[in-house]
């Protein structure tokens, strides 16, 4: 058999088999941004995730929850780490792994422009929650750019996520 023929057939197969992917993502461009996501100072793995009705959330927003720390434990304590800089003092014993810190972020794009906006993201660093919009470029679906920010957009800072699995 012709090795042409044979890389033909293994390209038809390939682009076939990755046509319903890609396909799948730009029908529902909204569910781009879910996945699991690492911030740019690799401290900590982020899941965005659809609401869910049954947790309170709404169905048609996005959620993250920190699902890895790099340092789950206190270096003082030995214990796992806790929302101690929380404005609300019945939450600071709430263990960072597992805590919500992207709430009620909504998809306000198009397949040809990824954005998501009108929620907010959580610093446990700093007890601080700031407004948050999000992009990602159609051209490469695992790189974020998240900016949080107070008031206007443009007193913020942005910050790249990874996405861990690719897309």
């Known amino acids: 058999m012709n090795i042409s023929k044979i890389l ?5 197969i390939l682009l076939w088999t990755l046509t319903p992917a ?3 993502s730009l029908s529902n461009p909204a569910d781009i ?3 699991n996501w690492q911030p740019s100072n690799g401290q900590s793995v982020v899941q965005i995730y659809k609401g869910r009705e049954s947790a309170g959330e709404d169905p048609k927003k996005y959620y993250g929850r920190t699902i890895w720390l790099k340092e789950p434990n206190d270096p003082d304590t030995g214990q796992p780490k806790l929302d101690k ?4 003092e019945s939450k600071r014993k709430n263990p960072r792994k597992g805590l919500i810190i992207m709430k009620d972020v909504a998809f306000t794009g198009t397949k040809d422009n990824l954005t998501w906006g009108e929620g907010s993201i959580y610093d446990p660093n700093n007890g601080s929650t700031y407004s948050f919009e999000a992009t ?7 790189v974020l ?5 107070i008031g206007v957009s443009l007193f ?3 910050d790249t996520w990874k996405r861990l699995v690719a897309k």
Request: proline share 7%; no cysteine.
């Open 156 to 158: 913020g800072r942005t």
């Open 8 to 12: 033909t057939g293994a390209l038809v």
């Open 136 to 142: 990602i470029s159609p051209k490469n679906l695992n």
């Open 22 to 24: 890609a396909a799948q």
């Open 33 to 35: 941004i879910v996945g």
């Open 85 to 88: 800089n929380n404005p609300e």
């Open 145 to 149: 750019d998240g900016r949080g920010y």
